[in-house]
């Protein structure tokens, strides 16, 4: 069974940066497709959440538009840990960030982590 605790968030004024974790047990993180996804204020569905950065076996690292030049996802094999930098933080990132383990990609029973509070404050 893989587990991922999220930890991080919290509020900030737009400019600024905080860095998400997001700890895995049960898989290696080189041995699994991870990503971060952003579901935002007022969406309740899993289905709502939108891919903000992944990382894939290889090491191999993907963006959505929004967040290319400003986060930077990274993992550390040693602690078993999944990051997201995220620097220049404007308000329309504030959201609930969800770590995420898939097996490969479209994986219907990918994992979740419990997700972490980002607001941005203008």
């Known amino acids: 069974q893989v587990r991922l605790v999220e930890s991080g968030g919290g509020p900030v004024q737009a400019g600024g940066s905080l860095r998400l974790s997001c700890l895995v047990s049960?898989?290696?993180?080189?041995?699994?497709?991870m990503g971060w996804y952003r579901q935002a204020p007022g969406q309740w569905r899993e289905l709502q959440r939108e891919?903000?950065?992944?990382?894939?076996?290889?090491?191999?690292?993907n963006y959505a538009d929004s967040a290319k030049g400003r986060f930077t996802i990274s993992r550390d094999n040693a602690e078993n840990t999944v990051y997201l930098q995220m620097n220049s933080l404007k308000p329309e990132d504030t959201g609930v960030y969800y770590c995420?383990?898939?097996?490969?990609?479209?994986?219907?029973?990918?994992?979740w982590g419990q997700g972490t509070q980002v607001t941005v404050s203008a």
């Open positions: 891919l903000v950065a992944g990382i894939g076996m290889d090491g191999v690292t």
């Open positions: 995420n383990a898939a097996r490969w990609v479209g994986d219907r029973k990918s994992y």
């Open positions: 049960g898989r290696d993180v080189s041995a699994i497709i």
